[in-house]
Protein backbone atom coordinates (compact mmCIF):
# COMPACT_ATOMS: atom_id res chain seq x y z
CA UNK A 1 0.00 0.00 0.00
CA UNK A 2 3.08 2.46 0.65
CA UNK A 3 3.52 1.80 -3.24
CA UNK A 4 0.47 3.19 -3.98
CA UNK A 5 0.70 7.01 -1.90
CA UNK A 6 4.13 7.00 -3.13
CA UNK A 7 3.60 8.43 -6.69
CA UNK A 8 0.92 10.41 -5.01
CA UNK A 9 2.93 12.10 -2.28
CA UNK A 10 5.44 12.79 -5.09
CA UNK A 11 3.49 14.77 -6.99
CA UNK A 12 1.87 17.18 -4.76
CA UNK A 13 4.99 17.65 -3.52
CA UNK A 14 6.10 18.91 -6.87
CA UNK A 15 2.67 20.89 -7.49
CA UNK A 16 3.38 22.32 -3.71
CA UNK A 17 7.17 23.21 -5.32
CA UNK A 18 5.88 24.87 -8.63
CA UNK A 19 3.46 27.05 -6.58
CA UNK A 20 5.81 28.50 -3.88
CA UNK A 21 8.44 28.97 -6.94
CA UNK A 22 5.90 30.74 -9.27
CA UNK A 23 5.75 34.07 -7.57
CA UNK A 24 9.49 34.10 -7.51
CA UNK A 25 10.40 33.69 -11.15
CA UNK A 26 7.35 36.23 -11.82
CA UNK A 27 9.54 39.22 -10.20
CA UNK A 28 13.06 37.38 -10.68
CA UNK A 29 15.28 35.42 -11.63
CA UNK A 30 18.93 33.91 -12.67
CA UNK A 31 19.48 31.08 -15.29
CA UNK A 32 22.82 30.49 -16.16
CA UNK A 33 23.19 33.52 -18.80
CA UNK A 34 19.99 35.38 -18.53
CA UNK A 35 18.81 37.18 -15.20
CA UNK A 36 15.55 38.85 -15.17
CA UNK A 37 13.83 41.24 -12.49
CA UNK A 38 10.53 43.21 -13.14
CA UNK A 39 10.08 42.03 -16.73
CA UNK A 40 13.46 42.96 -18.10
CA UNK A 41 16.06 40.51 -18.91
CA UNK A 42 19.69 40.93 -19.26
CA UNK A 43 21.44 38.01 -20.85
CA UNK A 44 25.06 37.36 -22.42
CA UNK A 45 25.91 35.28 -25.20
CA UNK A 46 29.47 34.05 -26.34
CA UNK A 47 31.05 32.39 -28.73
CA UNK A 48 29.09 31.86 -32.44
CA UNK A 49 25.65 29.57 -32.14
CA UNK A 50 25.62 30.49 -28.26
CA UNK A 51 21.32 30.73 -27.12
CA UNK A 52 19.65 32.55 -24.37
CA UNK A 53 15.75 32.20 -23.59
CA UNK A 54 14.79 35.53 -22.79
CA UNK A 55 11.05 35.43 -21.72
CA UNK A 56 10.15 32.68 -23.27
CA UNK A 57 11.94 33.14 -26.58
CA UNK A 58 15.03 32.08 -27.70
CA UNK A 59 17.75 34.41 -29.14
CA UNK A 60 20.91 32.94 -31.22
CA UNK A 61 23.83 34.50 -30.96
CA UNK A 62 25.79 34.89 -34.96
CA UNK A 63 28.74 36.28 -33.88
CA UNK A 64 29.80 40.16 -34.01
CA UNK A 65 31.26 41.74 -37.05
CA UNK A 66 32.59 45.33 -37.27
CA UNK A 67 31.31 46.97 -33.66
CA UNK A 68 28.05 44.70 -34.46
CA UNK A 69 26.55 41.72 -33.33
CA UNK A 70 24.10 39.39 -35.37
CA UNK A 71 21.05 37.99 -33.50
CA UNK A 72 18.15 36.03 -34.73
CA UNK A 73 14.44 34.69 -33.18
CA UNK A 74 13.80 31.64 -35.88
CA UNK A 75 14.02 33.02 -39.33
CA UNK A 76 14.28 36.59 -38.57
CA UNK A 77 18.09 38.22 -37.89
CA UNK A 78 18.72 41.76 -36.65
CA UNK A 79 22.04 43.15 -35.90
CA UNK A 80 22.82 46.06 -33.40
CA UNK A 81 26.13 48.03 -32.44
CA UNK A 82 27.27 48.71 -28.49
CA UNK A 83 23.98 51.25 -27.28
CA UNK A 84 21.50 50.45 -30.06
CA UNK A 85 18.40 48.97 -29.86
CA UNK A 86 16.12 46.78 -32.47
CA UNK A 87 13.06 44.79 -32.21
CA UNK A 88 13.35 41.21 -32.51
CA UNK A 89 10.13 38.72 -32.59
CA UNK A 90 8.39 39.74 -29.83
CA UNK A 91 11.10 41.32 -28.02
CA UNK A 92 12.89 44.44 -27.97
CA UNK A 93 16.25 44.05 -27.16
CA UNK A 94 19.13 47.04 -26.63
CA UNK A 95 22.95 45.51 -27.14
CA UNK A 96 24.67 46.92 -24.11
CA UNK A 97 28.01 45.66 -25.25
CA UNK A 98 29.48 44.21 -27.97
CA UNK A 99 32.65 42.67 -28.35
CA UNK A 100 34.79 40.30 -30.74
CA UNK A 101 32.83 37.08 -29.45
CA UNK A 102 30.08 37.81 -27.32
CA UNK A 103 27.04 40.51 -26.36
CA UNK A 104 25.45 41.29 -23.77
CA UNK A 105 21.84 42.35 -23.94
CA UNK A 106 18.59 43.79 -22.56
CA UNK A 107 15.11 42.72 -23.44
CA UNK A 108 11.80 43.57 -22.99
CA UNK A 109 8.57 42.31 -23.91
CA UNK A 110 7.10 45.04 -26.95
Not at 45 to 68: K, P
Not at 77 to 91: A, H, M, N, Q, T
Amino acid sequence: MATLHRPARLASGAVAAALVLLPLTACSFSSGNVSCSNGECTATLSGDGATATVLGTEISFGGTQDGRASLSVGDTSVSCGEGESVSLGPLSLTCTTVTTDSVEISASVN
